[in-house]
DNA sequence: GGTAGTTTTTGACTGTGAGTCGTAAACCTC
DNA sequence: GAGGTTTACGACTCACAGTCAAAAACTACC
């Protein structure tokens, strides 16, 4: 996220087919890797590496019409950067707000909207939210982070209540002034666990006892 | 589902690696093919495909030692049948209760486990029962899926408040008379939607204007 | 130093969804 | 028709989430 927006790394092609398109950072595989490993080995070469604070795999595309000149299948990523963290990149590559994507190469505008719709839906019922925000935050920050990626106005109010009820933030004690125009000086929270943990959606059908 | 436990169709492989252990149906991609006709392809040599209600992509394995003789990816898919059909398999393929699994063969236990949960995940923030249920069925019918996929009790009440509320199921009218002890004749329902639709999960945090 | 303005926090109110339980309804068998 | 069985329905309660307003804590300016 950067600038209010979310936003996504694509690099320039130089070369067709989808020349001066923009693509998804990515590359072959290679013999003995996983797919984890060669997503981080290709993206190295973009970003680094380290700054990326959660990796998940989305979904593989087979339509073999999606590269016009060779047979190739693509396994889609879903990786995130806290907000704050500004990764240097290469000249041809750069952040793009999501909701006015350029030209893209491939079915790569696919699968950045689907990586989109993931996103909103672990924010709801995960802690995924720890990838966005930076260590930490004040409640207006996260808000912020989860207004950018959801779309839609999120009371703080009411954001606050459900990540603690849920345990899923927690207040560090400390305290941070706010802004330029002054204001009373907001609590600083953190993300309890900053590793993917579901929040068992299936409370609905379970019986309490 | 069969006999009121969720099921998986494995076969017994004749050949190493793995002999005699249990595999899930599936093949190699062909050229110019999707992965999901060739995943329909393969499966249609075991059983009658047109009986599969729906089907998904799961996840992409790429662990180098998943297969102990070649490198190979495997992209797994999950497809679910409805209640009450009972296709008719070969010889060496047999139905297997998912939580009573014979040996598997390379990654297979560890992708049916992951099947599992995302059935369990869909079935409570989507309409996924459709693909489970016959096309028309009484609560207690509807309440026995729910319970051998979910894997614990559900209250036949709050399943009906539920899943009307969201407009996921509606009464068809008629009536049935149940089981072999009497009792009230059941109603019968059917979902009212035969394709996958997500419930939204995000009315959390939306604000209601 | 006081006053106005800003931002965050807190609490009360409300509506809705969901779990529990008891009772009524509708059917069977004997 | 009596007893047993299964399903449907309604009442009660609690928990959760959305709204709103007021209090708290700070800055800036006069």
Same mark, same amino acid.
């Not at 680094?48 to 990326?52: G, H, Y």
């Not at 994507?101 to 491939?106: H, I, M, S, V």
């Given at each position: 996220m950067r600038a209010g927006r979310l936003q996504v790394l694509l690099w320039q092609r130089a070369r067709a087919p989808f020349r001066d398109a923009w693509a998804l950072p990515g590359g072959l595989l290679e013999g003995g890797e996983t797919l984890e490993e060669s997503i981080r080995r290709h993206l190295a070469a973009k970003v680094?590496?380290?700054?990326?604070s959660h990796v998940e795999q989305l979904a593989t595309y087979s339509d @073999?019409?999606?590269d016009p000149t060779a047979w190739e299948l693509a396994t889609a990523y879903l990786g995130l950067v806290e907000l704050g963290l500004d990764p240097h990149v290469p000249d041809d590559t750069r952040w793009h707000p999501i909701d006015d994507? @350029?030209?893209?190469?491939?079915d790569h505008g696919a699968i950045v909207l689907a990586g989109r719709e993931r996103l909103r839906g672990k924010l709801s019922y995960s802690n995924a939210g720890f990838a966005l925000a930076p260590p930490t935050f004040t409640l207006a920050e996260l808000r912020e982070v989860y207004v950018a990626a959801l779309g839609h106005e999120v009371s703080a109010t009411n954001l606050r209540r459900v990540l603690e009820r849920r345990a899923v933030i927690e207040p560090t004690g400390e305290r941070r002034p706010s802004g330029r125009a002054g204001g009373r000086p907001a609590e600083v929270f953190r993300f309890r666990d900053r590793h993917l943990a579901i929040t068992d959606p299936f409370a609905a059908l379970r019986p309490r006892r």
């Open positions: 680094d590496v380290r700054e990326i @073999p019409d999606r994507l @350029p030209p893209t190469a491939f």
